[in-house]
Every structure is written in C-alpha cells, then in structure tokens.
C-alpha cells in the first residue's frame, strides 16, 4: 500500500473542517490536545467498532514493543557477560605483566651487576644504594608497610578465632551470609598475600643489588690494593 504525505494545504483544510458527525468542540479541543501538532493530526473514532479496532492496534504495538524490550534486554545481559570476561581477562593479564616486570627487573639486575663488574663506584651508584638503604629501612620500619601488614594478619586472625568460637556457641548464621563472610575473608587473604609476596620480591631485589654492589665494591678494593 502507497502511503503519501498530505500537503500542508490539506492538513489546513483538514483541521479547520470538522469530520461528519463531530463536534467542533470536540474537534477543537482534539486539536489543543495533539502532543505533537508537526507530525500528528487528530482522527476521529465512532462507535464500538472503531473503538474495538484502535485497541486491537494498540495491543498489537505493546506485543511488539515488549518483544522489542525482550531483545534489549537479552543483548545487555550478554554486554554484561562479555564485561565480566573482559574485566577477568584483564586482571589476569595485569597479574601476568606484573610477574613479567618483576623478572624483567631481576634480569637487568645482574646484567647491571655484570657489566659494573671491575670498574670504580660511580656517585650515581652510591646515590642509589643510598636511597635503596633508606626504602629497605621503611620497608622494615614498624609504623609502616611491613608493620601494618603484620597488624592486618592479626586481625585476620582475630576474625578467625572468633569466627571458631561463635561456631562452638552454637550461634545460628544465614548460610549465605556465612558463605558471603567467607568469600571476603578469603578475597582479604589472596590480597594480603599477594601484597606480601610482591614486597618479598621487592626485598629480594634489594638484597640480590646490594649483594652485587658489595661484591663489585670489594673487587674494585682488591685490585685498587
């Protein structure tokens, strides 16, 4: 079926008549009510028939707007899917670069140790074995990172305990709220000891450069002797 657009004389004509068997109040009043004068005109509708029909329509366009939302929805589940994997994947390849950079760093390490072997301590080395004392000596401090590490374990286990006494009393809790304590608790656990063992390393590092500058300092002091 050809539909065509009405010429903006004919609207003109079209809304200044009223339809046979309207009321020009009505009309008038149908008009004032348009939502939108641009696109929409005012129809008529008479009799049950007509009534009948525009509810027809309208429930035919609801099914087709909920089939529509049922679309929506099932792509924004699977959006929210693929996010999931995305944000999983990411934090796996952040662990991996992670690991990555810690043996790339080991490496430059000893080759640094290598080819500084036999020649004089520069004021830049002695500068950085300076500052790497000073990171080592607030690593071990007790007000901080290695203290408050400490501090957390203890707390952890201190929930522990707790957690076993108020088992032994006997105390009822909701098996999904245990099971949500746990989850935490065991999320704090990998975070702790994934923190721990990256500062090990760090310390590792550390030792592993002052070991290389105290060998490099002790053969520079033999061959100076």
């Excluded at 010429?7 to 009043?29: E, F, R």
């Excluded at 009510?33 to 029909?53: Q, T």
């Excluded at 950079?101 to 002695?126: F, H, M, N, P, W």
């Amino acid at each position: 079926m050809t539909r065509t657009e009405l010429s903006p004389a004919q609207i003109k004509q079209l809304l200044q008549n009223p339809p046979a068997g309207v009321d020009p109040i009505i009309w008038q009043q149908a008009k004032v009510d348009n939502p939108d004068s641009e696109k929409l005109i005012p129809v008529p509708m008479v009799g049950f028939k007509e009534l009948l029909r525009r509810l027809k329509v309208q429930d035919q366009m609801t099914k087709q707007h909920q089939t529509r939302l049922d679309i929506i929805s099932e792509d924004i589940g699977e959006l929210q899917k693929n996010q999931t994997t995305t944000m999983a994947k990411i934090a796996q390849y952040k662990r991996k670069l992670m690991d990555l950079s810690q043996r790339t760093l080991q490496v430059l390490i000893k080759q640094e140790i290598q080819r500084k072997s036999g020649y004089a301590i520069q004021a830049d080395e002695e500068q950085l074995r300076v500052q790497l004392d000073t990171i080592q000596g607030e690593l071990n401090a007790p007000t901080q990172f290695k203290g408050r590490l400490n501090e957390l374990m203890s707390q952890i286990r201190m929930q522990n305990h707790f957690g076993a006494v108020r088992y032994e009393e006997r105390y009822y809790i909701d098996a999904d709220l245990l099971r949500e304590i746990k989850q935490h608790l065991k999320q704090q656990q990998e975070g702790l000891s994934h923190l721990i063992s990256v500062i090990k390393d760090d310390l590792e590092d550390i030792k592993l450069v002052e070991h290389g500058l105290n060998e490099t300092i002790h053969i520079r002091g033999g061959v100076f002797s």
